[in-house]
């Protein structure tokens, strides 16, 4: 089998102050992933090696990590794409490190809560009417959005994030348009609410980053410009035509 040396950030808190790399010698074959590297370090040579994954599919968004500097899963990254090595493994930018490769997610979750990522109904219609019906073409409107698996790869690339903590970040604002625009819900108003706030979409430069390593081709930029286009209209409208609700 050939070998790739793997280097893998260490940070162990009760033992040590700073973080620090361990270097190792992995062998690999061409069917290999980057998880694969990994596994093999915990499984062969050092069993306290921390860090997560769970369905080594692409859709669990779990295995999220910093390979050579960019942010992948790990699950979804051939080793034979980042040599000839060494390969740098670290985890995610910008979260808070637990344990080696473990992050603390808890910011994202919370943020992810304030933009209420589920349909809202002002009023239920009556079990007896049946579902709420679309056709293909409402489907397709928010349908991109919906692929979001929560890895938080656009939150690693972004470079707001990184330098204004508060900002609510790029998944947060996909997953609130993928909502916005289901032809079911009525939580738009509410959602902007949130999003027009200093720390929401205006914090955006639109760099673009996020929807370059969004695994799920997911234009997370995409859905806040579109936000922004919508806040400015609804502006618009509030001072011209104050009587009209969108």
């Known amino acids: 089998m050939k070998s790739v040396a793997v280097e893998v950030l260490r940070y162990r808190p009760e033992t040590e102050a700073e973080p620090s790399f361990d270097v190792f010698d992995v062998p690999y074959e061409d069917n290999w992933m980057i998880l694969d590297a990994i596994n093999h370090i915990k499984d062969q040579v050092d069993g306290t090696l921390s860090y997560r ?140 609410d949130v999003l027009s706030q200093h720390d929401g979409m205006w914090g955006c430069t639109f760099v673009g980053d996020c929807s370059v390593v969004c695994p799920k081709k997911v234009d997370p930029a995409g859905a806040i410009q579109r936000y922004k286009l919508d806040a400015t209209v609804d502006w618009f409208q509030s001072v011209l035509m104050p009587w009209r609700k969108r």
């Open 53 to 192: 994954w769970a369905c080594r599919m692409g859709v669990c968004g779990s295995c999220g990590m910093m390979v050579n500097g960019k942010p992948v899963l790990t699950c979804a990254t051939y080793v034979e794409d980042v040599l000839p090595g060494p390969v740098r493994v670290e985890p995610l930018r910008g979260f808070p490190v637990v344990r080696d490769l473990v992050t603390d997610i808890q910011d994202f979750m919370v943020k992810l809560q304030r933009v209420k990522p589920w349909i809202i109904r002002e009023e239920e219609k009556p079990l007896a009417e049946g579902e709420y019906l679309q056709t293909p073409e409402e489907l397709e409107d928010y349908k991109q959005y919906s692929m979001c698996i929560n890895c938080m790869l656009c939150y690693a690339a972004c470079p707001i994030y990184e330098l204004d903590p508060e900002f609510i970040g790029p998944a947060a604002i996909a997953l609130a348009q993928r909502y916005n625009l289901d032809s079911r819900d009525q939580g738009r108003e509410e959602r902007m």
